[in-house]
């Protein structure tokens, strides 16, 4: 029988995997933009019916809600980079300083992962010989020294996710008639969240249907606590 060669995605699988992660947080990203958004017109929608305070209050909402995700994810993804660099920056001096060290522990972490004695050592050698840093990063960290997080790109693609979302509710609360505008916006919400679980479930490799319950089923309570908090201040003159 001869030898099977991997497939392009099998020998990509990392940057697969990467790819994955993006989306999902696209995802996740445009359905909190929907949600908080949703959230903030229907519940002004609640106290008042004036079209020029609701476009205010979900321009607002979106503008604030898209910047701090965006700042929320450059801080945590800043971080994450830091600890990277310092982690390779480690490993680079104990390299220096201790190699013999540093190759029985590479042998050692291959062994683990359930290769023989001897062939971890070979390998170990040859990885070293190549690019000791290189092997040491992805090995024993985790890390690919090529492709450290870009604290930028989370941001951007935090911004653009959110943004996205939060159009929808801006948009169906604004456009119809008075009348119509709270439904329209109901309605849409629970299809664009339906669409966001599925689509989260999916990359996730989970069960849609429980995904699009809780998803909608969060988003209709979000729109139904705001309305009636906003109905209750109208109605007290608020």
Same mark, same amino acid.
């Given at each position: 029988?001869?030898?099977?060669?991997?497939?392009?995605?099998?020998?990509?699988?990392?940057?697969?995997g990467?790819?994955?992660?993006?989306?999902r947080?696209?995802?996740?990203g445009?359905?909190?933009?929907?949600?908080?958004?949703?959230?903030?017109?229907?519940?002004?929608?609640?106290?008042?019916?004036?079209?020029?305070?609701?476009?205010?209050?979900?321009?607002?909402?979106?503008?604030?809600?898209?910047?701090?995700?965006?700042?929320?994810?450059?801080v945590?993804?800043?971080?994450?980079?830091?600890?990277?660099?310092?982690?390779l920056?480690?490993?680079?001096?104990?390299?220096?300083?201790?190699?013999?060290?540093?190759?029985?522990?590479?042998?050692?972490?291959?062994?683990?992962?359930?290769?023989?004695?001897?062939?971890?050592?070979e390998?170990?050698?040859?990885?070293?010989?190549?690019?000791?840093?290189?092997?040491?990063?992805r090995?024993?960290?985790?890390?690919d020294?090529?492709?450290?997080?870009n604290?930028?790109?989370?941001?951007?693609?935090?911004?653009?996710?959110?943004?996205?979302?939060?159009?929808?509710?801006?948009?169906?609360?604004?456009?119809?008639?008075?009348?119509?505008?709270?439904?329209v916006? +109901?309605?849409?919400?629970?299809? $664009?969240?339906?669409? #966001?679980g599925?689509?989260? &479930?999916? =990359? @996730? /490799?989970a069960?849609p249907?429980?995904?699009?319950?809780?998803? +909608?089923?969060?988003?209709?309570? $979000?729109?139904?606590? #705001?309305?009636?908090a906003? &109905?209750? =201040? @109208? /109605?007290?003159?608020?």
């Open positions: 029988m001869g030898v099977t060669e991997p497939t392009h995605d099998e020998a990509h699988g990392g940057a697969l990467a790819r994955l992660n993006w989306l947080a696209a995802v996740l445009a359905n909190d933009g929907i949600v908080s958004t949703a959230g903030l017109v229907v519940g002004v929608a609640g106290a008042t019916a004036d079209r020029a305070t609701l476009f205010t209050a979900g321009l607002a909402g979106l503008l604030a809600g898209s910047m701090s995700m965006a700042a929320g994810e450059y945590s993804v800043s971080t994450q980079r830091d600890s990277e660099k310092a982690a920056a480690l490993e680079k001096r104990e390299l220096r300083e201790q190699p013999e060290a540093e190759l029985e522990e590479l042998t050692q972490l291959l062994a683990e992962r359930g290769l023989t004695r001897e062939v971890a050592r390998a170990a050698v040859q990885l070293t010989e190549r690019d000791a840093l290189r092997a040491h990063a090995v024993e960290l985790g890390i020294p090529d492709e450290l997080t604290p930028w790109h989370a941001a951007w693609a935090s911004f653009l996710a959110f943004t996205v979302g939060a159009l929808l509710p801006l948009l169906a609360i604004v456009l119809p008639p008075a009348d119509w505008r709270v439904p916006t +109901v309605v849409s919400v629970l299809a $664009a969240l339906t669409l #966001t599925w689509s989260s &479930a999916r =990359l @996730g /490799a069960r249907g429980e995904a699009m319950l809780r998803n +909608v089923a969060g988003g209709a309570l $979000a729109m139904g606590v #705001t309305y009636a906003g &109905a209750l =201040l @109208g /109605a007290a003159g608020v």
